[in-house]
């Protein structure tokens, strides 16, 4: 999938294709967050943005006659681009949401989202049967081999007695599973508050239940919204966070839910829970809603504020990584190195490599040297034989094909601010590096400033050698 964003914030132009691992760089405040949580927003929302696929007259016909046929062809294929333009103007109405923004903020902004249509949509089947909360079966929904027809029928009793609301809800689902897997990734964002997340994750949810007993206390008069009476009961209180951001926390208050179970990856290939650990220096256990830290070697459990911020910063991903984990998923990780120290980013980004190879999506942004670089040893590696990468203490699924990798940066650069400009001038833009003919590339954001620290150091030295004689 490829996305073209204009007049996103700061930035004037940012295309970039999602790749198997993606790679976003640039300095402080060049926009490489609102890029990354944009695409976020776009990818969770996508079914709220595409509702349309089932309109008035499906449910009407299924209610009136208890069957209702849909061609996907005419109703997904025909229409792909329009379809994808579609979602990208409904999006571009929510991003202020997603991205915490005043109302009106994205206005100006464009989307133009390129993606290729599902392949072998014909050859695909689907079943489900909607039950009543008896298990009695109500609606069928089908789709045969060979077929391009998505068949609903009502299974018993009369049709009519099914609010069509709630057959638009059979319908849709089944609709968007067809449409768009294998185009939309499930994705999973691992933000920059991850560790205030981690660390005040009970006193956010004590904040909930307080606010929910508060509203529950107060007459409430039809007359008042639910914002009008948060800012009775709490006016300072704002629920203006950034879309990834409200999703990290409820994660993290969702302990309880995924507790004893283990995640679709980490099933098949356990290893990669072994090289997550030794990034982590030790291990997570969750009792009765709660989270502690064992460190290797060492029998005493911890509790997480008695835990160093390494480790609150990497619960999102361990839990993501143990309990949801599943091939194909998009896992977007803002800043991996938050908190790490070199050594720990060098593994972070073996683990980045071993999760491509394991089948993962992977995009993050980052400001670590260490991590572009050994990213950039995992590529040479990749045109290597693995006894070469052994032999240097690689394992044989940290080397990378370098055609999976796409790396981006974020700077100013000299362009024209839109088609009508006659001049060119400075603006921020997020850019592909291509790749150099030994399949890595240079990260010039980063050389430039170990350079001249570099340089200046060699001055010093000079200055101390000749002060010395």
């Known amino acids: ?101 005043e109302e009106g903020r994205f206005d100006a902004t464009e989307l133009t989202i390129a993606a290729p249509p599902p392949g072998g949509l014909v050859s695909r089947e689907f079943a489900h049967t909607y039950q009543r909360p008896d298990a009695t079966p109500m609606v069928s929904v089908t789709k045969a081999h060979s077929s391009m027809s998505l068949v609903a029928s009502l299974v018993d009793g ?49 904040t909930r239940t307080r606010l929910i007993e508060a509203l529950s206390s107060v007459e409430t008069s039809k007359r008042l919204e639910p914002k009008q009476l948060l800012s009775i009961l709490i006016p300072e209180f704002s629920p203006r966070y950034p879309l990834p951001v409200r999703d990290e926390v409820d994660r993290m208050n969702q302990v309880d839910a995924v507790q004893g179970s283990q995640g679709e990856l980490i099933t098949a290939m356990l290893e990669l829970l072994t090289g997550f650990e030794e990034l982590l220096g030790g291990r997570y256990h969750v009792s009765r809603g709660s989270v502690y830290f064992q460190p290797a070697g060492r029998s005493p459990k911890l509790a997480l504020n008695e835990s160093s911020s390494s480790v609150r910063s990497l619960l999102g991903l361990g839990l993501y990584l143990r309990h949801q984990a599943r091939t194909g998923d998009l896992l977007m990780i803002d800043e991996p190195e938050l908190n790490l120290h070199p050594a720990s980013q060098v593994l972070m980004a073996r683990l980045l490599a071993r999760l491509v190879n394991a089948g993962l999506k992977v995009l993050v942004t980052t400001h670590s040297d260490y991590i572009a670089k050994e990213l950039n040893t995992m590529l040479l590696l990749g045109s290597t034989e693995v006894e070469v990468a052994e032999r240097l203490g690689y394992k044989s699924d940290e080397r990378l094909d370098a055609g999976r990798a796409r790396v981006y940066v974020a700077g100013e650069q000299s362009v024209k601010r839109n088609a009508e400009a006659k001049r060119r001038s400075r603006h921020l833009v997020l850019s592909a590096v291509q790749p150099l003919p030994d399949a890595s590339f240079e990260f010039l954001s980063f050389d430039e400033t170990i350079n001249e620290m570099n340089a200046r150091q060699d001055q010093i030295l000079d200055h101390l050698d000749d002060a010395a004689d």
Not at 54 to 74: F, K, M
Not at 160 to 166: G, L
């Open 1 to 101: 999938m490829e996305l073209k964003f204009r007049h996103l914030g700061a930035l004037t132009d940012a295309c970039i294709a999602i790749g198997d691992l993606t790679l976003i760089c640039g300095r402080n405040n060049t926009g490489k967050t609102y890029v990354a949580y944009s695409i976020y927003g776009l990818l969770k929302l996508w079914p709220a943005l595409s509702t349309w696929l089932i309109d008035d007259a499906d449910t009407a016909r299924l209610a009136d006659t208890g069957s209702v046929e849909i061609d996907l062809g005419e109703r997904i294929l025909a229409p792909w681009q329009d379809n994808l333009a579609r979602i990208a103007t409904e999006y571009r109405k929510a991003l202020a949401g997603v991205l915490a923004a």
């Open 158 to 206: 009369d049709p009519k007695a099914i609010p069509q609301p709630v057959l638009r809800d059979m319908l849709l689902p089944a609709v968007q599973s067809l449409a768009f897997s294998g185009v939309v990734p499930r994705v999973v964002m691992i933000s920059t508050e991850r560790t205030g997340a981690a660390t005040f994750r009970n006193e956010l949810n004590f």
